[in-house]
């Protein structure tokens, strides 16, 4: 089924760990995003890439790394989770062009920090 | 960086009846995308309505149809015969035609009553 899989769906994750969330998406999409959803602040963007190869951040960069060595996989590294990391996190693809451009997004990653 | 503002937290309405949320945003660019995206409790983004700014006609979708005043850099989701599937939280979405760089508000939640 075409799309875009993240993975885990959850996790629980003691402070200080470090974490890699995966996102892979077999839509040939260009860009691809990182969010975290927390209550009463909606989504904010973490880093996206526009194409394999680049990167670049977004609104909440710190705490946070990302590679795209290629096409489908934008996998996000927390290198030392804290507490104030706990979020739904989301991955998104999108195809930026005339015709069709939307963000399809993966189901989430739930994870607690404690 | 872009700005997606969405001032109403929640809002409820009568099942058949129609309501409008509300998005303002703040962008020095000229050219762009808007979406509404829903997200019910499954979690799941959805994509309800994209519009280009190019674009002068309001984009529709069967009940949902927008009123995009660019100069005034307004962006309002009006859902007519509103239905109880239609209980979600709703999203307003800005991407850059440039970067796709793409910015979120903090969301509304909405509530039809039977």
């Known amino acids: 089924i075409a799309g875009i899989t993240q993975a885990p769906t959850s996790q629980i994750l003691a402070a200080g760990r470090r974490m890699t969330l995966r996102c892979t998406q077999d839509m040939r999409h260009n860009a691809m995003y990182w969010y975290r959803q927390d209550l009463g602040l909606g989504l904010r963007l973490i880093h996206y890439s526009n194409t394999a190869g680049t990167t670049g951040k977004g609104e909440v960069p710190d705490g946070y790394s990302v590679s795209r060595a290629n096409t489908d996989d934008f996998p996000l590294t927390l290198a030392s989770a804290v507490p104030s990391q706990t979020s739904v996190y989301f991955c998104?693809?999108?195809?930026?062009?005339?015709?069709?451009?939307?963000?399809?997004f993966g189901q989430g990653t739930r994870l607690t920090v404690v | 960086a872009q700005t997606v503002t969405q001032s109403q937290p929640e809002m409820s309405v009568q099942e058949a009846e129609t309501v409008t949320l509300s998005c303002t945003y703040d962008?020095?660019?000229?050219?762009?995308?808007l979406f509404w995206y829903k997200q019910p409790p499954s979690r799941q983004m959805i994509l309800v309505i994209r519009q280009e700014a190019y674009k002068q006609q309001n984009a529709t979708e069967n009940r949902f149809s927008v009123n995009f005043q660019k100069a005034a850099k307004s962006f309002s989701l009006k859902i007519s015969d509103s239905q109880l599937g239609d209980t979600a939280m709703y999203f307003c979405a800005f991407m850059s035609y440039n970067n796709n760089d793409m910015r979120f508000g903090a969301g509304t939640r909405l509530t039809v009553k039977p």
């Open positions: 998104a693809s999108s195809e930026n062009s005339e015709m069709n451009t939307e963000a399809f």
């Open positions: 962008t020095s660019e000229n050219n762009y995308y």
